[in-house]
């Protein structure tokens, strides 16, 4: 039964602002919903006064917006809130494709470096290969590591592997929740092309060091699951 769209205005607005119970409550009916109601939802949610709603929505659009969305996404690409643009970028792929080139370009030039860092992974993401230079003038320049990570992906899954080791390195000296980008992101990495024997060095010592470091519960939990799937692809650890 499709849903009313004044049901589902309360309903993303619940799952946004309400408290807690109510919220895992929005969120379970949610996963619940069809496809179509779901971009109900973040068509609902798009134009919304509050910045929650509207980053809700462009979560639903990142996860099952089509074609038809494009026009929505160029609308939150502009708007004022940093969080609902850095989700944006993550839209921009399922929507738009390579079509958004010139959104993800403006957002790689934004004023937060969520943003872009964002931006970037998506431009890496799409295969822009011709934007390697580019990318390559923003990293010499760009002081904010969440950012630098970003630039530092993109490069690397287009292909310049000679920046793995900084992208690692990011990572080795900051381990906190704001850092998690890499760690629960580094399977999409580990497969194609493979690892060299000295990456996978690079990653296992980055492991060790996070482990006797400052990792809080988060970054271990990102960091178990990631080694789960190292050593299911590489095999464990050699025993020494």
């Known amino acids: ?22 919220r895992r409550f929005a969120d379970e009916e949610l996963n619940k919903m069809s496809k179509v109601q779901r971009l109900l939802v973040a068509r609902i949610g798009v134009s919304d006064t509050d910045e929650d709603v509207r980053n809700q929505a462009a979560l639903l659009l990142a996860d099952c917006g089509t074609q038809d969305d494009a026009f929505r996404v160029r609308a939150l690409a502009k708007d004022r809130s940093w969080v ?22 403006k957002l790689l030039d934004d004023s ?5 860092r ?9 295969g822009f290969a011709d934007l390697i230079p580019t ?8 002081r904010r590591d969440q950012a630098r990570a970003g630039l530092l992906w993109a490069l690397v ?8 080791e900084s992208l690692i390195g990011i990572h080795r000296s900051r381990m906190n929740n704001a850092d998690m ?15 060299t024997g000295e990456e996978l060095s690079t990653i296992r010592n980055a492991i060790d060091e996070a482990r006797t470091g400052e990792a809080d519960s988060v970054a271990l939990r990102a960091i178990d699951s990631f080694e789960s799937d190292l050593n ?3 095999g464990p650890t050699p025993a020494t």
């Open 157 to 164: 899954t287009l292909g310049e592997r000679q920046y793995f």
């Open 181 to 195: 980008f890499l760690w629960t992101n580094m399977s999409r990495l580990i497969n194609d092309p493979p690892l």
């Open 112 to 116: 937060h470096h969520i943003v872009r």
């Open 135 to 142: 990318l390559e003038q923003k990293l010499r320049v760009e």
């Open 118 to 126: 964002n931006a970037a992974v998506t431009l890496g993401d799409l």
């Open 232 to 234: 299911e692809r590489y």
């Open 1 to 22: 039964m499709r849903a009313e769209p004044s049901t589902l205005e309360f309903f993303v607005r619940r799952l946004v602002r309400g408290h807690t119970a109510q």
């Open 84 to 105: 609902v643009r850095s989700t944006v970028a993550w839209a921009v792929y399922t929507t738009l494709g390579k079509r958004g080139k010139s959104i993800l370009l």
